[in-house]
């Protein structure tokens, strides 16, 4: 196998751990999620550097919306903050951004944010960077077969037409490779409805590294572990 191919074209990140991190030195949880988004802009400069083209954050879950008040109300003055603070840079480093989730339960200023950064990265060509904000699969997939649905009620489509790419592209990632790497920090082993379909065959690995805590050696050791794994796709070995 050629160097390149072991390089994950699109990785996934489930960030975890902020609030451990916080609770372990005493502090409130968003001072965990402020240390979090450190780690977050330094982890798209290693992707980027490293030759990823689709680094994709769980940022926001749908079932995060049901944390303390304060918390959620610190997250998203952070989305927003961070949003409008590295919108430039992204531009400048030719990376573009693109958010996947139901956005219709955002203030306008998130939206607004969240807006003005995808237009302004568009044309970025480096990576793209996506970032999941009030994301669930079951949510995503929910949407999907409504919209399959409404084709097939406006007569657009069979349902006998309906196969694997019907459904990929339905999806918000409609556009993306699948992710081939899945990686989830603080120790935790599930995937908390994080691109349930897209994951099929990604490979899974996690660190019991607090997020803000994932600092090059850890991603560098993630990057490695992906380099020796073999995979299969169901198929025998040559
Ligand atoms: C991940 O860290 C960030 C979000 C889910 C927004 P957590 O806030 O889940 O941190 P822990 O799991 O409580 O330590
Ligand atoms: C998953 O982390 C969501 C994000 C990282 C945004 P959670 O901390 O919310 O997941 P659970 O509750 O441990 O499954
Ligand atoms: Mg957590």
Known sequence: MSAEKKIPQHLAIIMDGNGRW???????????????????????????E?????????AFSTENWGRPREEVEALMGLICKGVEMEAQQLCENGIRVVVIGDRERFSAEV????????SMTAAGTTMTFVLALNYSSRSEITTAVKTIAGKIERGELQASEIDE??????????SMPDPDLIIRTSG??????????????????????????????????????YAQRDRRYGLVKK
């Open 111 to 118: 939206k607004q944010a969240i807006d003005n950064i995808e």
């Open 188 to 225: 935790e082993c599930r995937l908390s409805n994080f691109l349930m379909w897209q994951a099929s065959y990604a490979e899974l690995y996690f660190s019991d590294v607090l997020w803000p805590d994932f600092d090059r050696d850890a991603f560098n050791e993630a990057m490695q572990v």
């Open 22 to 48: 916080a609770q372990q030195r005493g502090k409130e949880r968003s001072e965990g999620h402020i240390a979090g988004m450190e780690a977050l802009r330094r982890v798209v400069r290693y992707a980027a």
């Open 50 to 58: 490293y030759g990823i083209k689709y680094l994709t954050v769980y």
């Open 165 to 174: 790419k019907t459904i990929s592209q339905a999806l918000y990632t409609a």
